[in-house]
Each structure stands twice: as structure tokens, then as C-alpha cells.
């Protein structure tokens, strides 16, 4: 019944409607929302989660995709959802096997036996799109070959259709429709799901890999035999190793966990944070390690790509979080279809700022607790109004990203990401080729530390929050930094003024009281100057020891 058009798509579908009915239900008979109300919803959506994964488990196909893929979209998804969907594996029970054999044939024209010496019986692995053969060359080469399953493709795209009917229910329903533009979200979901439908397209994925790791040291990708590999057949070196995260295989081979973890770190950081492509899928079963120490990525289906403009977004709004210029990473935001029309950017670059700050200062412990309450308060209603909506190829940069933090932390789990990322920042501080060096914006902003004190200023008169913000210690100190500043720039202009007013009357002779008041301003301004910097002095030195 998998199979058949009219029952997946009427499963589907119905499925989605009952969930629909039954939040609307809930939300519309229970007004009081307490502390049981909650706990009511949160079994409620746990519930649906389950369902979810028994009939993506049941249907298999794309539904087995999509669930991976909401499980990364915590800005459209509840916690009770996502936490269900996070366990949602990609392992599925094999098709019979001459299912297998016939689409080998078919795609290659010839039997089996005619390009292998021996073929497997049975799959070594089993997923939703495709499954894995063992088999060897007429010359003795073991080899993976990738079959793709039975009637995979009619399963997707009727999928497709189903779920266009579920986007195009949630775009009719106006509360819902602020969160995220569905029909864009739809097409982005679609060009990303179809691409691991075409095996040629993965070909040209690991090639691209191979050509990128190359010269890599302790980094391998297989061999792919492209004369052999077609849309629905891929043909690789058969790789001999153990997931990365085996702690009995590596204390076997004695290779060290820090080590090899800083590589897998090095590794996916340059992929994830540069211009190119990124392995979209860098779990366990697709990261190997060899007994020599080498590691090994497989499996280049699910690829991401991150283009010049994305990756000098990402270099602003890392420049701009350092900056403090969050007007420049709502710039960047905005760039990468981050945020919606709606969104409240004031409300965007305060809850910014303000997650920001706590992180800089280690804990929520040096935070007046009304301060910290509020910022909770504005970040749940932030998640509410949903203002922001995430790209599919930016939800699957997150997903990899969150992978890879599993991976390292399991296999070093005293990593410091912080102190290991410092020389990317280091190499992006230096600027390179990039139009949007730090050095150039750090010269921007030590050349104007006066004028961003009318900025302030007009902030703090202007902005409620900023008024119950404003005497946390790290604003209201950059405050002071700047009066004193402005302060003692003005009283070191009237000083030097009345110096030159002094001298040229005495060399000049000119009126009597005009010396006696320019020398009374010049000793006036110059006993300011030593108070202004004394007291600056002290500021700094008591900063410095509540920091300690």
C-alpha cells in the first residue's frame, strides 16, 4: 500500500489536518494557560511527534527526510516535536534483493556479472533513498556499490505533492502564516530533498572533495568509478575503518582523541564557515577513522553549498557581534533571508545584545535578576512572534554543525571549540581578500569614539529598555569610558587655548587682565585634566578588579 499515489498522499495529508484540528481544539477551549494547561500541551505535541515517526518509520521515503529536516527548524518546531524528530534515524528495512539486481542491470545494460566478479547477496546498509552492496572487480578491487531503492522516486515526488498540500494549508491560516513564507520554504525544501535522488549529482559532489582534499594531510575521500556510476547506481572504493567515535578502536591503534577530534574540528570548520560546499550530513556512519590515524568522509548526498556573499554575511556578522555594531549584523541577517518583513529588528538587536553580553560574562550570576527575567520574557515572545525564518540550506549548515559538535565532544570530550576557533577569527581579523577587513572597521570605530557618545545618549533617552538597562555594569562602564573621554578631550581644548592665549600676550604684551584670565583657565583646566584622568584611572582599576 507504500506504493500506492492516492494512499500516501491521502495518510499524509489526513495526517496533518487531525494535527491542525487538534491544536486549534486545545487552543481554543483553554484560556487560562497554567501550569497544568502546559503540561497538557507539551503531552499533546509529544504525542503528535510520535506519530509522526511511526508513519515516516511505516512510509518511509521523504517523510523520513522531512523529519530529519524539522528537526533542525527550531524556529518553526516546539521542543516537545523536536526532541522526537532528533532520534528519527535514516535506517530502513532492505527491499528484496533482485529489486536491487534488476535496477543494477537496467541502469548498466549488461548483467552483473559481466562488470563484477562477485556481487553481494544481501545490502551491508539500508536507508530511505538507497542501499549498499559489497561487490569486486574483475581485477580484485572491492568495491561499495549504491543502489537506489524500489520506486524511490515515485515515493519522493508523490510526497512532494502531498506535502504541498500541507504548505499550502499552513499559508491559508493567517497566525501561522507570519512565521515563515511557506512557498518559498516549500521550494527550498524541494531543490534540496530532490538532489539526493540524482546519483550523478553525488558523483560530482565527492569529486569536488577529492579535488578540495587532495593535498590534505591524514584526510582521505574514496575512489569513484564514474564508468560505472549512473543516476540510480554509484560505484566507490570499498573503505575499511570504524565510526570516529569507537573509543575501543582507537585505544586499540593507540591514536590520541584530542588529536584526531582538532582534526575532524579543523576539518568541518573550514567547510562550514568558508565559500564551497559542506558535507550537509557528517554523522557517524559517513566519518571514518583508519587504524593509521586517517579520517575518511563518505556519503555526499546530502551537500550544502555556502556562496562568496554567504560567507562574507557570516564574516560581518561575526565582525559585528565583536563590534558591538549590531547594526551590521541585521544587516548581514537580512542579506541572508534571515529575517521576514515583520520582524521587529529594535527587538532583534536588543535580544542580540542582550544574549550576547551574558555569554561574554560567563554566567547570568553578574545580571541583576529583574534584568535577566526580562530578557527571558523578550526572548519568548521573540520565539512567538517568530520574526525571523531559517533557509533550507542554512537549516542544513545547522544541522552539520550541530553533528560535528556531537562527534568532536564524543570523541574529546574536554574540547575547548573557543580557544580551537581562534585561528579562523585570527585569519579573518587579518581581512585577506575579503572587502570587510576587522582592521578596516576597528579603524572606523577608534576614529569616532566621541561621536558614538550622542548616539548613546539618545539611546538611553529614547529606549525604555535601555533605561532598565542601563545600569548593568558592562554598558553603563562604556558610558563612563566615553564621558571621560569627551570630558577630558574638551577640558585639554580649553586648556590648550588658554596656554596659547597666555603665551602670546606675554610675548606680545598685550592686556593685562586678558594674561590673568588665561593663565587662571589654563591652571583651572590643567587641575581638571589631573582630576578627570585620576578618576578615569581608578574606574579602570576597579573594572579590572571586578573582572578578576
Request: hydrophobic share 45%; charged share 25%.
Amino acid at each position: 500500500m507504500k506504493y500506492r499515489t492516492s494512499y500516501r498522499m491521502f495518510v499524509i495529508v489526513f495526517m496533518a489536518m487531525k494535527f491542525f484540528w487538534q491544536i486549534y481544539w486545545f487552543q481554543r477551549f483553554r484560556r487560562v494557560w497554567d501550569e497544568r494547561t502546559a503540561h497538557k500541551w507539551e503531552a499533546l505535541l509529544e504525542r503528535q511527534a510520535k506519530e509522526y515517526r511511526q508513519k515516516a518509520l511505516e512510509l518511509e521515503g521523504l517523510l523520513i527526510k522531512f523529519g530529519q529536516f524539522l528537526s533542525t527548524r527550531a524556529d518553526l518546531l516546539p521542543p516537545a516535536f523536536l526532541r522526537e524528530m532528533e532520534g528519527l534515524v535514516d535506517r530502513v528495512e532492505p527491499v528484496p534483493p533482485e529489486y536491487s539486481r534488476a535496477t543494477i542491470e537496467r541502469e548498466w545494460g549488461c548483467r552483473i556479472e559481466d562488470q563484477l566478479s562477485w556481487f553481494g547477496g544481501e545490502p551491508v546498509a539500508s536507508a530511505s533513498i538507497g542501499e549498499v552492496f559489497k561487490g569486486y572487480l574483475h581485477n580484485g578491487t572491492p568495491v561499495a556499490v549504491k543502489v537506489q531503492r524500489h520506486k524511490v522516486e515515485k515515493i519522493f515526488y508523490t510526497d512532494f505533492r502531498a506535502l504541498r498540500i500541507v504548505f499550502w494549508m499552513l499559508n491559508r491560516i493567517k497566525s501561522v502564516r507570519a512565521q515563515a513564507d511557506f512557498p518559498a520554504l516549500y521550494r527550498e525544501l524541494v531543490h534540496v530533498m530532490s538532489k539526493e535522488l540524482d546519483f550523478k549529482k553525488e558523483l560530482k559532489h565527492a569529486q569536488y572533495f577529492q579535488e578540495r582534499y587532495e593535498e590534505s594531510k591524514g584526510v582521505y575521500i574514496p575512489t569513484y568509478y564514474e564508468e560505472l556510476s549512473t543516476r540510480r547506481v554509484l560505484v566507490m572504493e570499498w573503505i575499511e575503518g570504524e565510526k570516529v567515535t569507537d573509543t575501543e578502536f582507537l585505544k586499540k591503534h593507540e591514536l590520541d582523541e584530542e588529536s584526531l577530534a582538532k582534526r575532524v574540528f579543523d576539518l568541518f570548520i573550514d567547510q562550514l564557515l568558508s565559500a564551497g560546499m559542506f558535507h550537509a550530513d557528517p554523522h557517524t556512519g559517513n566519518l571514518m577513522v583508519q587504524s593509521d590515524g586517517t579520517l575518511v568522509m563518505i556519503d555526499f548526498g546530502m551537500v550544502g553549498e555556502i556562496k562568496q556573499e554567504d560567507a562574507t554575511d557570516i564574516q560581518n556578522i561575526v565582525q559585528g557581534i565583536l563590534l558591538e555594531d549590531y547594526d551590521q549584523v541585521i544587516r548581514a541577517l537580512k542579506s541572508m533571508d534571515f529575517l521576514l518583513e515583520n520582524a521587529d529588528e529594535g527587538k532583534v538587536k536588543r535580544l542580540l545584545r542582550d544574549t550576547i553580553h551574558m555569554y561574554v560574562q560567563g554566567d547570568f550570576t553578574s545580571f541583576d535578576q529583574e534584568v535577566v527575567n526580562q530578557v527571558f520574557e523578550d526572548l519568548q515572545e521573540f520565539v512567538k512572534d517568530q520574526p525571523i525564518q531559517l533557509p533550507a540550506d542554512y537549516a542544513f549548515l545547522g544541522r552539520a554543525v550541530s553533528i560535528v559538535v556531537g562527534v568532536v565532544t564524543t570523541v574529546f570530550p574536554n574540547v575547548d571549540l573557543l580557544e580551537w576557533g581562534k585561528p579562523v577569527i585570527q585569519r579573518w581579523v587579518g581581512g585577506g581578500e575579503s572587502n570587510a577587513s576587522i582592521y578596516k572597521q576597528v579603524l572606523k570605530e577608534s576614529a569616532r569614539p566621541i561621536l558614538s557618545l550622542p548616539r548613546s545618549l539618545n539611546e538611553y533617552l529614547t529606549d525604555g529598555q535601555k533605561q532598565r538597562e542601563f545600569q548593568q555594569q558592562s554598558q553603563a562602564v562604556g558610558f563612563l569610558h566615553q564621558y571621560y573621554v569627551m570630558y577630558g578631550l574638551f577640558t585639554s581644548l580649553v586648556t590648550i587655548g588658554a596656554c596659547m592665549t597666555l603665551l602670546m600676550n606675554l610675548l606680545m604684551w598685550e592686556v593685562v587682565w586678558v594674561t590673568f584670565v588665561s593663565s587662571g583657565a589654563f591652571g583651572i583646566g590643567f587641575l581638571m585634566l589631573l582630576v578627570i584622568a585620576r578618576s578615569h584611572f581608578n574606574m579602570i582599576q576597579r573594572e579590572r578588579g571586578l573582572k578578576r
